[in-house]
C-alpha cells in the first residue's frame, strides 16, 4: 500500500528527472541536484516525519551550499538533522563537484546559518522533532543548487528569465502535487520569494503566510531573528 511518504518521494524523483533535462548559462558553472545524489537524506526525512497529512506546509527557496546541499534536508543544517532529528544515511557525491563547494554528507563541518536558526526555532517552540512535525512539513521550491566559477551561490531569483521558466513550470508541479497530498490549512513561505511562489500557484481555499527568511544576508533577520518569526508563527496560530 502506498503511503504519504511513499507519494512525497515519488514526487520528489519526477522532480529529479525533469530538473536534468534543463540546461543553463554558461556562467552558471556547476548544478547539484539534491534530489538525485542526496535523496537518501532526504528519503530519510520523508519516511521519519510524514504519515498523513499535515496543517502547515513551510516553503524555503533552494538548497544552501552546507545545509540541503549536504544532507537532502531543507535548511538541513547538519547537527539540526543529525542530533535533533536523529537522522543517519550516507549521500553520494553530485555528477560535477565544485571544488569550493565540496559534499561531505553529515561529515561537513560547516555551518548553514540559515538551517541553524529557522530549525533552532521550531526545536526553542516545541518539544520534540516529532511534535513539530505532527502538523508541520518543511519543504523547498527548488532542489537546484546553482554555483558560480568562484564558488558563489546564485540563487533562483538571480537566473534569467529564459531559465527561470522551465524550471519553475517543473518547481510548480510538484509543488502542487505536494500540497495535494497534504493538504494543508496554511502553507508559509519563509521569505518573501518563496510566498510569491505560493501566491502564484492560485490554489483556493489554501491560507498564505510569511515567516522571515532566516538568512545572515538579511539584516532584519540578524537583528530580529529571535523575536520576530516568534511573532509570525503567534499570529498565524502555528506555536503549540
Known amino acids: 500500500m502506498s503511503t504519504t511518504a511513499d507519494a512525497i518521494l515519488r514526487q520528489a524523483k519526477i522532480l529529479a528527472k525533469a530538473c536534468n533535462q534543463l540546461r543553463f548559462s554558461e556562467n552558471i558553472a556547476t548544478v547539484y541536484n539534491t534530489f538525485d545524489y542526496a535523496l537518501p537524506g532526504y528519503t530519510a526525512y520523508v519516511k521519519k516525519f510524514v504519515d498523513g497529512p499535515r496543517k502547515a506546509l513551510f516553503l524555503g527557496m533552494n538548497p544552501g551550499p552546507w545545509g540541503m546541499a549536504q544532507t537532502g534536508v531543507p535548511f538541513g543544517e547538519i547537527p539540526a538533522v543529525r542530533d535533533w532529528m536523529g537522522l543517519q544515511f550516507k549521500i553520494g ?3 560535477q563537484e565544485h571544488p569550493k563547494r565540496p559534499v561531505d554528507g553529515l561529515a561537513c563541518t560547516r555551518s548553514e546559518v540559515s538551517g541553524r536558526r529557522l530549525w533552532g526555532l521550531f526545536a526553542e517552540l516545541f518539544n520534540s522533532p516529532e511534535a513539530f512535525f505532527a502538523e508541520n512539513f518543511v519543504l523547498n521550491y527548488c532542489p537546484l543548487s546553482f554555483m558560480l566559477e568562484s564558488g558563489a551561490n546564485l540563487t533562483p531569483d538571480k537566473l534569467s528569465a529564459q531559465e527561470r521558466k522551465p524550471l519553475a513550470a517543473a518547481c510548480n508541479s510538484h509543488l502542487r502535487s505536494i500540497i ?30 510569511t515567516l522571515l527568511h532566516p538568512s545572515p544576508a538579511s539584516p532584519i533577520a540578524n537583528k530580529h531573528w529571535h523575536e520576530r518569526p516568534k511573532q509570525q508563527l503567534q499570529e498565524m496560530d502555528l506555536v503549540p
Do not use: F, M, Y
Open 93 to 95: 557525491k553530485p555528477a
Open 180 to 209: 495535494e497530498i497534504l493538504q494543508p490549512q496554511i502553507a508559509v513561505g519563509v521569505g518573501g520569494w518563496a510566498t510569491k511562489c505560493l501566491q502564484n500557484l492560485k490554489i483556493e481555499d489554501l491560507e498564505i503566510g
